[in-house]
């Protein structure tokens, strides 16, 4: 087995990077609940200025229904229905591939930011705003058999890249799946795993390492059901932020993950 650890000290952010292998089959998940809240996503398709070199979203119809599927039935654990709203396009070359490799952390504030200015993501500062990318801020360019992505901890945005070659087999739909989950945990307050004693270890969705499952325990669901980006259906959440970073990479034949947290 391959496990691979190297620590950066970069001004006060620190950088965990893990790489070992793994493989999926289906997924592993508790019972769904009663959905009682949702959670809203607003893609974002980014391309180069002149719209050229479009980032991967879902693939097609087909494949677009397995993946949301698969995001639903993850998160039908905490009883939250996940609901992708329809795609807004933007054309901003930096915001698609960054202006240096691998590309900074703080480079997902900065889509954001421009993201807003543009217009492009979704005025409800409840919906969580999701950068489909050809780089995902923290990373260099990746394999085309990968998923990956960066997101803040209690705050909105996330930047994501998916790798098209996982879009036509049930495995690497599963593995976009699972990142795209696992982001949108981290927005909805949920840290690393591997920070806590959670007796599922791998199996858990949240997990930093190698992961074989993505189960949600009691503390996780309590987290996620506060979040602001959690609606009940007969309520309206209330506004809050803290603006840390998660992130995670998925690969069909590799594991590499990526923390940031302030001090």
């Known amino acids: 087995m391959l496990h691979k650890v190297q620590v950066k000290l970069i001004s006060i952010v620190i950088l965990f990077i893990t790489a070992m292998p793994i493989s999926f ?3 592993i998940v508790n019972p769904s609940l009663e959905i009682k809240h949702s959670v809203f ?4 398709l980014v391309s180069d200025d002149d719209g050229s070199n479009t980032a991967t979203f879902f693939g097609g119809a087909s494949s677009q229904s397995v993946i949301k599927g698969y995001v639903d039935d993850i998160w039908a654990q905490a009883g939250i229905d996940v609901d992708f709203l329809d795609t807004h396009q933007w054309n901003n070359s930096i915001a698609n591939s960054g202006t240096s490799l691998p590309r900074l952390a703080s480079d997902l504030e900065w889509i954001i930011e421009n993201g807003e200015r543009a217009n492009v993501t979704n005025p409800n500062s409840n919906v969580i705003n999701m950068f489909f990318v050809n780089v995902a ?6 394999s085309e058999n990968t998923a990956a992505g960066l997101a803040f901890v209690e705050g909105n945005g996330i930047s994501q890249f998916v790798g098209r070659n996982l879009l036509s087999f049930p495995a690497g739909q599963e593995a976009i799946a699972t990142v ?3 982001e949108i945990g981290h927005n909805l307050g949920l840290f690393h795993t591997n920070t806590f004693d959670f007796s599922e270890g791998s199996k858990n969705l949240m997990w930093s390492g190698g992961r074989t499952g993505q189960l949600l325990n009691s503390s996780q669901i309590t987290i996620a059901l506060e979040s602001r980006f959690s609606t009940p259906l007969t309520s309206v959440p209330i506004p809050a932020a803290v603006w840390l970073f998660g992130s995670a990479l998925l690969a069909m034949f590799g594991y590499k993950h990526q923390l940031k947290t302030s001090l």
């Open 25 to 27: 089959s289906a997924l």
């Open 41 to 44: 996503v607003q893609p974002i």
């Open 137 to 142: 801020a923290g990373f260099s360019l990746l």
């Open 180 to 182: 795209v989950a696992h």
